[in-house]
């Protein structure tokens, strides 16, 4: 703009230059930075809070790349906060940066978050600024641009959009898309008013008053710009006065808050993930907004370096033939040049050969993105955040927005080093990232672990620094806090194993107190063989991460003494679904009973029925066994959990030859029940055990199974038959199709069932001495240089798990003569 038109609008007292835009449009974007080059103001003002004006120098800064936003908590409590979103793509964005350049000082003239997140706290909901949200979520708002794309014959908002600014051309007025869309908006007003966006009528008060002040300060006419949301525009025209603005502003409520910038990533921009100024497809308009020229060209050879990574076969070729039918849909839509929908339509028929399969990858990857931003070390943060971001680096874990799995092998420091890290984040609330089922070993010293950083973690950093500054002060202090708090037994037991898991040896003491207390209070056996478990595999963790747990044996021993105790009773007068629940409960115990007979925990924690420690006959798993034995034979059980207690039996070498048969006769005989009947196969053979394989091995058991059912009566038959569908249904269809035909030829025809004295059916009853000697190079390698281990590898000494003297004894891996 020239000198001349400038002093002509000055001395005519025409009011700020108001930039409406749309959050996060690329078009918008080029035109305010199209503006403010012609224009050249002596200050502008952003739509934001007034609190971030101290750090909008950091934008200038080379380690903020955006997007980015800034972030408001209240002080006292982290957890109510807000953001304001910005990417590079964005208006307001473009504005302080062309203003960083040229010396031109930035101001934010929202409403400050000290009065907005106190009102917050009243029922409105802050998460970024868009044009005409409220947060007032009981009242009817309108979409403007939605109406607009409507009135104009549109049924989606966003290719009205595209159309009409985004396809615009450069050059021209550079205030023409301004006028335009403050006029329309202006019309909106009018019609709508608010527009259901009520608590916009006291931001724009503030507004108001904001702009007057920096034209008291800076003068008139083009000497202040203002870039908002267009919705604003015709508020910040309209002549109010001073007085009524400030009887709008008198009386908010307000709060200490904290600001500071956070990395913010384009997932989260968009409107998918519930931002209320969110976009469609935040990476097409970041590829708009970059792309120097040929933005079609560029953005299909985009998709097809994506494809190709993908190992889908796309050449050249297919992303010539895409552009061409890119180009044909929007010249036979009426399209001035082809947005999302006719690329996307392309990339379908051509390069994806008509599937939605791939598509959905182009649009997960490029239309949205997974781009995270940084922010600079000299940015405000809570001495939490900084020691994290300290240990990030030394541990070399950097956060990123894709989800991405990380193998650990805990022998090595360094990945036991960030072992630590996440166990810790994850007790104080902070989910940056989840362990799941590692695919290469089961092994306590191997871990894995899925990914992924999300904006919302830097506030849940924030509200967990009132636990400490630093990392582990801050998981010791929550974590005793926890334990102290804790309702349930197994909560503290679960407490304890992350605890070990977190090594955090300062806590520990605290929660095994309140451990102990617990469980010498608790006499549910419900509760106790809940917290069993989580008990028990927390011992598993001293050996690998170096932490005594002599003390939290102690406590597993006992925990589980109690359970021998008081499961018989607590078994009788179950229904359907306590029954299932205890069948879950006595599985879970027998898991930690044979791993705390492994782990040799506490005096009497014998293994294999023989004398244990302390000379207290049978051992740990020999008294369960002796306990899966009553239950097994009492009448007064469920049925489904007197089947799985024979079953364990069964698989631990517990039962004599045939007497797994005589359990399953007297389950089936003519005077059970039914229904009692089926309980008991569904407990015997069902529930994931390896029933239908048992059943396929041994065809005396079949055939009880198959006599049984052949007699259940008509009447009966349809109560037992969800039973029986819920039991057999978990099988393999494999397994299904063998149990049908050894059915259809006569099961248990052959004379008897191929069990044998080591009470593991379906196998020989002599040790096959060369398929056993096969194996002992390969257990050669695996246990070379662990001298002492406790695995004996002399010549004709067999190979079996001992205590560290070389020679076996107790269970027998393999035995050779």
């Known amino acids: 703009?020239?000198?001349?038109?400038?002093?002509?609008?000055?001395?005519?007292?025409?009011?700020?230059?108001?930039?409406?835009?749309?959050?996060?449009?690329?078009?918008?974007?080029?035109?305010?930075?199209?503006?403010?080059?012609?224009?050249?103001?002596?200050?502008?003002?952003?739509?934001?809070?007034?609190?971030?004006?101290?750090?909008?120098?950091?934008?200038?800064?080379?380690?903020?790349?955006?997007?980015?936003?800034?972030?408001?908590?209240?002080?006292?409590?982290?957890?109510?906060?807000?953001?304001?979103?910005?990417?590079?793509?964005?208006?307001?964005?473009?504005?302080?940066?062309?203003?960083?350049?040229?010396?031109?000082?930035?101001?934010?003239?929202?409403?400050?978050?000290?009065?907005?997140?106190?009102?917050?706290?009243?029922?409105?909901?802050?998460?970024?600024?868009?044009?005409?949200?409220?947060?007032?979520?009981?009242?009817?708002?309108?979409?403007?641009?939605?109406?607009?794309?409507?009135?104009?014959?549109?049924?989606?908002?966003?290719?009205?959009?595209?159309?009409?600014?985004?396809?615009?051309?450069?050059?021209?007025?550079?205030?023409?898309?301004?006028?335009?869309?403050?006029?329309?908006?202006?019309?909106?007003?009018?019609?709508?008013?608010?527009?259901?966006?009520?608590?916009?009528?006291?931001?724009?008060?503030?507004?108001?008053?904001?702009?007057?002040?920096?034209?008291?300060?800076?003068?008139?006419?083009?000497?202040?710009?203002?870039?908002?949301?267009?919705?604003?525009?015709?508020?910040l025209r309209r002549k109010v006065t001073v007085a009524a603005d400030r009887e709008l502003l008198k009386g908010l409520p307000k709060v200490k808050v904290d600001m500071t910038w956070v990395p913010w990533t384009h997932r989260r921009l968009s409107r998918a993930s519930g931002y209320g100024a969110g976009i469609a497809s935040p990476g097409w308009y970041g590829h708009l907004f970059s792309a120097p020229d040929r933005p079609v060209e560029r953005w299909l050879t985009k998709v097809a370096r994506l494809?190709?990574?993908?190992?889908?076969?796309?050449?050249?070729?297919?992303?010539?033939?895409?552009?061409?039918?890119?180009?044909?849909?929007?010249?036979?839509?009426?399209?001035?040049?082809?947005?999302?929908?006719?690329?996307?339509?392309?990339?379908?028929?051509?390069?994806?050969?008509?599937?939605?399969?791939?598509?959905?990858?182009?649009?997960?990857?490029?239309?949205?993105?997974?781009?995270?931003?940084?922010?600079?070390?000299?940015?405000?943060?809570?001495?939490?955040?900084?020691?994290?971001?300290?240990?990030?680096?030394?541990?070399?874990?950097?956060?990123?927005?894709?989800?991405?799995?990380?193998?650990?092998?805990?022998?090595?420091?360094?990945?036991?080093?960030?072992?630590?890290?996440?166990?810790?984040?994850?007790?104080?609330?902070?989910?940056?990232?989840?362990?799941?089922?590692?695919?290469?070993?089961?092994?306590?010293?191997?871990?894995?672990?899925?990914?992924?950083?999300?904006?919302?973690?830097?506030?849940?950093?924030?509200?967990?620094?009132?636990?400490?500054?630093?990392?582990?002060?801050?998981?010791?202090a929550k974590a005793e806090s926890d334990a102290i708090g804790a309702r349930a037994l197994a909560d503290v037991t679960s407490l304890a194993e992350r605890c070990l898991l977190a090594e955090l040896p300062d806590a520990l003491p605290v929660v095994m107190r309140v451990l102990a207390d617990r469980a010498a209070l608790d006499a549910d056996v419900g509760h106790l063989a809940q917290a069993l478990p989580a008990l028990v595999r927390s011992l598993r963790y001293g050996d690998v991460r170096g932490t005594d747990t002599v003390a939290l044996g102690e406590v597993a021993v006992g925990l589980a003494e109690r359970v021998f105790v008081g499961l018989p009773p607590a078994c009788a007068g179950l229904d359907q679904d306590a029954a299932l629940e205890l069948r879950g409960h006595v599985d879970a115990v027998h898991l930690a009973v044979g791993l705390l007979g492994e782990l040799g925990a506490g005096a009497g924690a014998g293994t294999d029925g023989g004398p244990a420690e302390g000379g207290r006959p049978g051992g740990m798993q020999g008294r369960w066994r002796g306990v899966l034995r009553v239950l097994g034979e009492r009448d007064s059980v469920a049925g489904v959990v007197r089947g799985r207690c024979v079953r364990l039996l069964l698989d631990g070498g517990g039962?004599?030859?045939?007497?797994?048969?005589?359990?399953?006769?007297?389950?089936?005989?003519?005077?059970?029940?039914?229904?009692?009947?089926?309980?008991?196969?569904?407990?015997?053979?069902?529930?994931?055990?390896?029933?239908?394989?048992?059943l396929v091995h041994d065809e005396r058991l079949l055939g009880l199974v198959d006599d049984w059912l052949s007699g259940v009566p008509d009447r009966a038959f349809i109560d037992v038959l969800p039973l029986l569908r819920r039991t057999f249904s978990a099988y393999e269809p494999g397994v299904r199709r063998t149990l049908g035909e050894l059915v259809r030829r006569g099961a248990g025809a052959g004379g008897g069932s191929v069990s044998v004295a080591s009470g593991i059916p379906g196998f020989g009853a002599e040790l096959d001495e060369g398929r056993a000697d096969a194996v002992l190079p390969v257990l050669s390698l695996l246990l070379e240089g662990r001298a002492g281990a406790g695995v004996g590898m002399e010549s004709g000494a067999g190979v079996g798990v001992g205590d560290g003297s070389g020679s076996g004894s107790g269970n027998e891996l393999v035995g050779a003569g």
């Open 1 to 235: 703009m020239s000198d001349e038109v400038r002093e002509a609008r000055k001395r005519s007292g025409e009011g700020p230059l108001l930039l409406g835009v749309r959050h996060h449009g690329p078009g918008s974007a080029r035109a305010v930075l199209a503006a403010l080059q012609e224009s050249a103001p002596s200050v502008v003002l952003i739509e934001g809070p007034p609190e971030a004006d101290a750090l909008v120098e950091l934008a200038a800064d080379e380690g903020m790349r955006p997007p980015v936003a800034l972030l408001a908590h209240v002080v006292d409590e982290p957890g109510r906060s807000a953001f304001w979103p910005l990417a590079e793509f964005s208006p307001e964005w473009v504005a302080i940066k062309w203003a960083a350049g040229v010396g031109v000082p930035v101001r934010f003239m929202d409403l400050p978050a000290t009065h907005s997140l106190a009102r917050a706290e009243e029922g409105a909901e802050e998460e970024g600024v868009e044009e005409g949200e409220s947060g007032a979520p009981d009242t009817v708002r309108i979409d403007p641009l939605a109406v607009l794309a409507e009135t104009a014959g549109y049924d989606d908002p966003e290719r009205w959009w595209e159309d009409v600014v985004e396809h615009r051309g450069t050059g021209g007025d550079a205030f023409a898309p301004f006028d335009v869309l403050g006029e329309a908006m202006g019309v909106l007003r009018e019609e709508y008013g608010s527009g259901g966006h009520d608590r916009d009528l006291v931001r724009e008060a503030y507004m108001r008053i904001q702009v007057r002040a920096a034209q008291r300060e800076f003068g008139g006419g083009d000497e202040v710009a203002v870039v908002c949301g267009a919705w604003h525009v015709p508020a």
């Open 307 to 476: 494809l190709r990574d993908e190992d889908r076969l796309v050449s050249s070729a297919h992303v010539i033939e895409a552009v061409r039918l890119a180009d044909t849909l929007a010249a036979m839509r009426g399209r001035p040049l082809p947005g999302l929908t006719e690329t996307t339509d392309a990339v379908r028929a051509v390069m994806c050969e008509g599937s939605d399969v791939p598509l959905s990858l182009v649009h997960d990857k490029l239309v949205v993105g997974d781009v995270l931003g940084e922010v600079p070390d000299s940015a405000p943060a809570v001495p939490l955040q900084r020691d994290l971001t300290r240990l990030q680096r030394k541990l070399r874990i950097k956060p990123e927005a894709l989800e991405r799995e990380l193998e650990l092998d805990l022998r090595k420091e360094t990945d036991a080093g960030r072992s630590r890290l996440l166990h810790r984040l994850r007790l104080l609330g902070i989910g940056w990232g989840e362990p799941v089922e590692s695919r290469g070993s089961t092994g306590t010293f191997r871990e894995t672990w899925r990914l992924r950083w999300e904006p919302e973690l830097s506030v849940r950093v924030a509200e967990a620094g009132v636990w400490g500054t630093t990392v582990v002060a801050a998981a010791t």
């Open 655 to 694: 039962l004599a030859e045939g007497e797994a048969a005589r359990f399953m006769g007297l389950a089936l005989s003519r005077g059970t029940e039914p229904a009692e009947a089926a309980a008991w196969i569904e407990g015997f053979v069902g529930g994931g055990s390896g029933g239908g394989m048992l």
